[in-house]
């Protein structure tokens, strides 16, 4: 059997490889080259975090496969709102899982997370209509996942913010210059990519870093964390 550290230092190089090449596809305009790089993302991350142990990562993994793939074609309305469907099992996926290993909602953070999807839908209705929908049902399921993420490992935290920021450079592509859609467009992958690596692997991290007391999968709060003892 492969060593996991082998393993995990041939996933991190390929996972960076394979973002690399779909970014540089995406800004200069090679939508052949993406179809190739592209879908392998998520199957390297997959492989990285073990999902084959996991249902709820599978799924998740597999849906941002099909996601990523509906996204290659930016400024199709149909395609994104594929897309975006995806992307909805997909963070529908990751909420499940903060929930079951002890995340919970915290007011001063969802309040925070409410208004910047507020923001959202008002930025979409008047600058992007073609985009409302999408903002206003998807970005509600981000918020969710990133609320619950904040209560999570450093990785869930970080990763769940990274994927508002990503979104909201989608949203920031469509409504503003067209000048500014490469770079645009290359600020939304980097962001995704970072996102699910830090999101995932905060996820299959067993041991909470928020400094609060953890939660067991039924959210009952122990004094003690024994997975700390690893």
């Keep these: 059997m492969p060593d996991r550290a082998a393993v995990g230092h041939v996933t991190a ?3 960076v490889a ?3 090449a779909t970014v540089l596809g995406a800004v200069t305009h090679r939508p052949a080259l993406q179809y190739v ?3 392998a993302m998520m199957p390297i991350l997959a492989l990285r975090a073990r999902a084959h142990d996991d249902p709820t990562l599978a799924i998740g993994l597999a849906a941002a496969t099909v996601g990523d793939v509906a996204m290659i074609e930016p400024d199709d309305d149909r395609r994104v709102r594929l897309g975006a469907s995806c992307f909805a099992v997909m963070q529908s996926a990751w909420s499940t899982r903060l929930w079951r290993t002890g995340s ?3 007011p001063l953070v969802a309040a925070t997370r409410a208004a910047g999807w507020a923001g959202g839908v008002a930025i979409a209705r008047r600058r992007a209509p073609g985009m409302l929908p999408v903002t206003a049902t998807y970005g509600g399921l981000v918020a969710t996942t990133a609320v619950l993420g904040a209560d999570g490992t450093r990785g869930a935290a970080v990763g769940s913010t990274l994927f508002l920021i990503s979104d909201a450079l989608v949203l920031a592509r ?3 210059s067209p000048r500014w ?3 645009l467009e290359a600020a ?4 995704y990519a970072a996102a699910q690596w830090l999101l995932v692997r905060g996820m299959s991290d067993p041991v909470r870093t928020t400094g609060r007391r953890s939660r067991g999968p039924g959210g009952t ?3 003690r964390d024994p997975r700390r003892s690893r």
């Design 13 to 15: 190089l390929a996972y």
């Design 18 to 20: 394979a973002t690399a």
């Design 37 to 39: 790089v592209k879908p």
């Design 104 to 106: 919970r909602v915290r």
């Design 174 to 176: 469509r409504a503003g």
């Design 181 to 183: 859609a490469d770079a």
């Design 188 to 191: 939304v992958l980097v962001t």
């Design 221 to 223: 709060a122990s004094a």
